[in-house]
């Protein structure tokens, strides 16, 4: 093999270490916080909410290189063409990425402000939880994983301080947020293997319905959601009832892989319905992360996702 192929093949190994179409869906929990902390009635910097979005993603990039990391041995078996164990990336570059990364991206949620300081903090604890073990354990490591989108939106809430942490909009959807990325968490638990997915699949549309009517409910009296927003809301639902639909009988574990990657791409629409509560600023917001569909589909059908 010459250098060249060999230089593109790790380019192309690192690409797929951070399952680039999964990046897309970063940026949009953190934005989806600051717009509904800005509802909620709180005061924030755009610059600030960047910030806190920038640190969600390097947050995103560090846990994705770091449980590969802590998969080796497992991929060794199960995966052996994934980055690390192929040999096109070493563990110990990967791991020394991971922490780089990671405290690029908690330095700039220092730079946001105190309160987005803390968030990044117990995100990075929870990213490092999970891959280090805690997804092994049935039930709680799903919601571990919910849990670190939950605090990616706090993230953004947290640009707009003490009052946009404590919103009740915004506590609405990090709770919905978390709960839904949990259960597609817990459907992808077993995608490798041929077996009936059962009620799960429809978990994450039932989660979605609950989340948006709280969030009807948690809004400052007098103020009327903007037809985009429902929406959004209502795209976001038929999405994930259409993928649970997918997951009938006993699907093959294909079928299940890319239903996921669907689940999740599904969050674009997800951030859209939660920015797009608020008038105008918000609403832009929602249509600019829906207007990313397109390439995160064409990235999905290069790359993995789940």
Same mark, same amino acid.
Request: charged fraction near 10%.
């Given at each position: 093999?010459?250098i !060249?192929d060999?230089? &593109?093949g790790?380019?192309?190994?690192?690409?797929?270490?951070v399952?680039a179409?999964?990046?897309?869906?970063?940026?949009g929990?953190?934005?989806?916080?600051f717009?509904?902390?800005?509802?909620?009635?709180?005061?924030?910097?755009? !610059?600030?909410?960047?910030?806190c979005?920038l640190?969600?993603? %390097?947050l995103?990039?560090?846990?994705?290189?770091?449980?590969d990391?802590f998969?080796?041995?497992?991929?060794?078996?199960?995966?052996?063409?994934?980055?690390?164990?192929?040999g096109?990336?070493?563990? $110990?570059?990967?791991?020394g990425m991971?922490?780089?990364?990671?405290?690029i991206?908690?330095?700039?949620?220092?730079?946001?402000?105190?309160?987005?300081?803390?968030?990044?903090?117990?995100? &990075?604890?929870?990213?490092?939880?999970?891959? #280090?073990?805690?997804?092994r354990?049935?039930?709680?490591g799903c919601?571990?994983?919910?849990? %670190?989108?939950?605090?990616?939106?706090?993230?953004?809430a947290?640009a707009?301080?003490?009052?946009?942490?404590?919103?009740?909009?915004?506590?609405?959807?990090?709770?919905?947020l978390t709960?839904y990325v949990?259960?597609v &968490?817990?459907?992808a638990?077993?995608?490798?293997e &041929?077996?009936k997915? $059962?009620?799960k +699949? *429809?978990?994450?549309?039932?989660v /979605?319905v609950? %989340?948006?009517?709280?969030?009807?409910i948690?809004?400052? #009296?007098?103020?009327?959601m903007?037809?985009v927003?429902? !929406?959004?809301?209502a795209?976001?639902v038929?999405w994930a *009832?259409?993928?649970?639909?997918?997951? $009938?009988?006993?699907?093959?574990?294909a079928v299940?892989s890319a239903?996921?990657?669907?689940l /999740?791409? $599904?969050?674009?629409?997800?951030q859209?319905?939660? %920015?797009?509560?608020?008038? *105008?600023?918000?609403v832009v917001?929602?249509?600019?992360?829906a207007?990313? *569909?397109?390439?995160?589909?064409?990235?999905? +059908?290069k790359f993995?996702?789940?």
């Amino acid at each position: 093999m010459h250098i !060249g192929d060999r230089t &593109t093949g790790r380019a192309q190994a690192w690409v797929q270490l951070v399952r680039a179409p999964n990046l897309l869906t970063v940026p949009g929990d953190p934005l989806a916080g600051f717009m509904l902390a800005l509802l909620g009635g709180a005061e924030g910097r755009p !610059g600030r909410a960047v910030l806190c979005a920038l640190a969600s993603l %390097c947050l995103y990039i560090a846990g994705l290189i770091s449980n590969d990391y802590f998969d080796f041995k497992e991929d060794a078996i199960a995966r052996p063409r994934r980055p690390l164990p192929s040999g096109l990336i070493k563990p $110990g570059a990967a791991l020394g990425m991971a922490v780089l990364v990671a405290l690029i991206g908690i330095g700039m949620a220092a730079r946001a402000g105190y309160w987005s300081l803390g968030i990044a903090c117990v995100l &990075t604890a929870a990213i490092v939880s999970y891959n #280090a073990g805690m997804k092994r354990i049935p039930g709680i490591g799903c919601l571990n994983m919910g849990a %670190c989108r939950g605090l990616s939106l706090l993230l953004g809430a947290s640009a707009a301080g003490s009052v946009g942490l404590s919103s009740r909009v915004v506590i609405s959807a990090a709770c919905g947020l978390t709960l839904y990325v949990a259960a597609v &968490t817990a459907i992808a638990a077993k995608e490798m293997e &041929t077996v009936k997915v $059962g009620g799960k +699949r *429809w978990v994450p549309a039932a989660v /979605l319905v609950a %989340c948006f009517v709280l969030l009807a409910i948690a809004r400052p #009296a007098g103020v009327a959601m903007p037809l985009v927003g429902a !929406g959004f809301a209502a795209l976001a639902v038929a999405w994930a *009832w259409r993928c649970g639909g997918l997951l $009938g009988g006993t699907p093959e574990p294909a079928v299940v892989s890319a239903t996921i990657g669907r689940l /999740l791409q $599904g969050l674009l629409l997800v951030q859209a319905a939660f %920015c797009a509560q608020l008038v *105008w600023m918000g609403v832009v917001a929602g249509a600019v992360l829906a207007a990313m *569909w397109p390439g995160l589909s064409v990235l999905a +059908r290069k790359f993995y996702q789940s």
